[in-house]
C-alpha cells in the first residue's frame, strides 16, 4: 500500500441524517456534534440528523453541518489509528482538513464556515448569480466560453470549479451564466445544466465575501499543520499557518482546482484517497481523474469500520 491521503467534501455532498449513525455507536463522534452545539449556540446536531432538508441547504448551515459530520468521522477514523500524510478539501471541505490537520480549532472552525456561508450568500442577492455544471467540454474551451459570453455581455461568468476531466463548472451573473450554457451545448457539450445553488460561489462576484472574511481569518488562531493540506487555489501542499490562512482567503472568490490537486497528489505518491464525511461525491471524481488511484469512503458506521479494517488492520 502507498500512501494515504483524507479528503473533506464541500456544498452540496449534505443529506438529512448525517452523521447520526456516528454518534450512536462512537461517543467520540457524539462529542464533536455536542461540542460544536454548544459552540454555534443551536442544535446544529439535530439540524444534520433531523432536518428539515431546507434549513439544512442554506449555506449558513450546510457549511458548519458538513464540517461537523467530517470531524465527528475523523475523530473516530484517527481513534481507531488511521494516519495519512497529508489531507486536501474541496473548497469548505479545506476548512475540515485543516481542522483534521491539527491547524484549526473545531469550534472556531464551525463559527467561521457559519459567517463564510452568510457573507457569501448575502454578497450576490438571491436571482442575480447562478452556476451551471458543463460535462464534455475541456477546460481550455470552457475558459474560452466564458471569455466570449463576457465580454460580448458586459457581465461576469467564469469557471468556477475544475472538477475532473470534462466537469467545469461555471459561475457568475445568472444571464451570462444561462448564455454560457447554450453556447456551451452548441459547442457540443455533453451536458449543461444549471445547478440549484443560491450564488455563484468562487466567480468574482464574491469579492465583497472574501472583503468581509479576510479579517476574521486574520484574527483565527490558526497554526501550523501536522500534515501539509493540498489548496483549493493552486494544488501546492502547504503546512505554515500563513500560507494556510492565504489559502483560505484566496479560495472565496478563486476557482477550485480539484482536477489539478489530486493529479498533483497523485504524482507526490499518494494512491489511497479516503473521503471523509458525507457522500461519495470526491470519490466519483478522483476516479474520473485517476483510475488507478484506491478511494475509501468515511461518512457511516460500515464505512469507516471498512476503511478502518482495510487500511489499518
Given at each position: ?191 449543461a445544466l444549471p445547478l440549484p445553488v443560491s450564488a455563484p460561489f468562487h466567480s468574482p462576484l464574491m469579492a465583497p465575501a472574501r472583503a468581509g472574511l479576510e479579517p476574521i481569518l ?13 489548496r483549493n487555489v493552486d494544488a501546492e501542499p502547504v503546512r505554515r499557518s500563513d500560507e494556510v490562512r492565504d489559502g483560505l482567503i484566496r479560495q472565496v472568490d478563486a476557482p477550485v ?34 483510475r488507478d488511484a484506491t478511494c475509501y469512503q468515511a461518512g457511516t458506521v460500515a464505512e469507516i469500520e471498512r476503511a478502518i479494517s482495510d487500511l489499518v488492520g
Amino acid at each position: 500500500m502507498g500512501r494515504i491521503a483524507a479528503l473533506f467534501p464541500g456544498q452540496g455532498s449534505q443529506a438529512v441524517g448525517m452523521g447520526r449513525d456516528l454518534a450512536e455507536r462512537w461517543p467520540a463522534a457524539a462529542a464533536v456534534f455536542a461540542e460544536l452545539d454548544r459552540g454555534l449556540g443551536f442544535k446544529l446536531s439535530e439540524l444534520c440528523w433531523s432536518g428539515p432538508e431546507d434549513e439544512l441547504r442554506l449555506t449558513t448551515n450546510t457549511q458548519p453541518a458538513l464540517l461537523a459530520h467530517s470531524v465527528a468521522a475523523w475523530r473516530v477514523l484517527t481513534d481507531g489509528g488511521l494516519r495519512v500524510e497529508a489531507v486536501a478539501g474541496h473548497s469548505l471541505g479545506e476548512y475540515s482538513a485543516v481542522v483534521a490537520a491539527g491547524g484549526l480549532d473545531p469550534v472556531d472552525a464551525a463559527r467561521t464556515v457559519r459567517e463564510r456561508g452568510r457573507l457569501m450568500q448575502a454578497a450576490v442577492p438571491v436571482g442575480e448569480g447562478a452556476m451551471a455544471a458543463l460535462l464534455g467540454l475541456a477546460n481550455q474551451v470552457v475558459v474560452e466560453l466564458c471569455a466570449e459570453v463576457s465580454a460580448a455581455s458586459g457581465e461576469i461568468v467564469v469557471a468556477a470549479n475544475f472538477n475532473s476531466p470534462g466537469q467545469v463548472v461555471i459561475a457568475g451573473t445568472a444571464g451570462a451564466v444561462s448564455s454560457t450554457v447554450t453556447a456551451a451545448k452548441e459547442r457540443g457539450a455533453k451536458r449543461a445544466l444549471p445547478l440549484p445553488v443560491s450564488a455563484p460561489f468562487h466567480s468574482p462576484l464574491m469579492a465583497p465575501a472574501r472583503a468581509g472574511l479576510e479579517p476574521i481569518l486574520a484574527g483565527l488562531d490558526l497554526g501550523d499543520l501536522e500534515v501539509p493540506v493540498y489548496r483549493n487555489v493552486d494544488a501546492e501542499p502547504v503546512r505554515r499557518s500563513d500560507e494556510v490562512r492565504d489559502g483560505l482567503i484566496r479560495q472565496v472568490d478563486a476557482p477550485v482546482l480539484w482536477t489539478q490537486t489530486v493529479e498533483r497528489m497523485r504524482a507526490d505518491g499518494f494512491d489511497v484517497f479516503v473521503e471523509v464525511g458525507c457522500g461519495a461525491v470526491l470519490s466519483g471524481l478522483v476516479r474520473r481523474i485517476d483510475r488507478d488511484a484506491t478511494c475509501y469512503q468515511a461518512g457511516t458506521v460500515a464505512e469507516i469500520e471498512r476503511a478502518i479494517s482495510d487500511l489499518v488492520g
